[in-house]
């Protein structure tokens, strides 16, 4: 199925600066950027994907897979799906496309933060994210060890 890029970066200009009472906040607890990214792309999916550990998927603080709020856990998820839910593939940075998610990494070997592409103009990225509230920020303004992009190439269907 096709993802519906559009809405993802609607939703993220939404709740940007904000937070959607539907989901619990874990910004007292390791930070909210990966709840938000995948609240972003269920946004653009509308499917989540309820295998027990491996899966994707929220219903609440306690009833959720560690997709959803894990930095190395979605990518993980996203990166080898086959089942319903979001896939994608690792690509260029200079291919993001909005909807796309980019993650960071600041120490070798460990990625702990997970941004959401709205914009690619000219190789000029800007981002949205939470924990440190963001919409249209440039990805330039990051100070990284390493980016890796995930490209959402579409979802499978329950």
């Known amino acids: 199925m096709v993802?519906?890029?559009?809405?993802?970066?609607?939703?993220a200009r939404k709740w940007a600066f904000g937070r959607n009472p539907d989901f619990y906040v874990f910004d007292e607890i390791g930070g909210d950027c990966t709840n938000f990214a995948s609240q972003c792309i269920y946004a653009g999916t509308k499917v989540m994907n309820f295998t027990r550990e491996t899966g994707w998927y929220?219903?609440?603080l306690n009833r959720r897979a560690p997709a959803w709020t894990g930095v190395?856990?979605?990518m993980q998820f996203l990166s080898t799906n086959t089942e319903s839910g979001p896939f994608?593939?690792?690509a260029p940075l200079e291919e993001a496309q909005p909807g796309d998610v980019i993650f960071l990494s600041f120490k070798e070997g460990l990625f702990s933060h997970t941004l959401v592409v709205v914009?690619?103009?000219y190789g000029n990225i800007k981002i949205a994210a939470h924990s440190d509230d963001s919409f249209n920020r440039p990805l330039s303004s990051y100070i990284y060890r390493e980016a890796r992009l995930l490209h959402i190439e579409g979802y499978n269907a329950n």
Do not use: K, Q
């Open 119 to 121: 914009s690619n103009y």
């Open 72 to 74: 190395e856990f979605l």
């Open 88 to 90: 994608g593939s690792f």
């Open 58 to 60: 929220y219903i609440s």
């Open 3 to 11: 993802y519906d890029r559009e809405a993802a970066v609607a939703y």
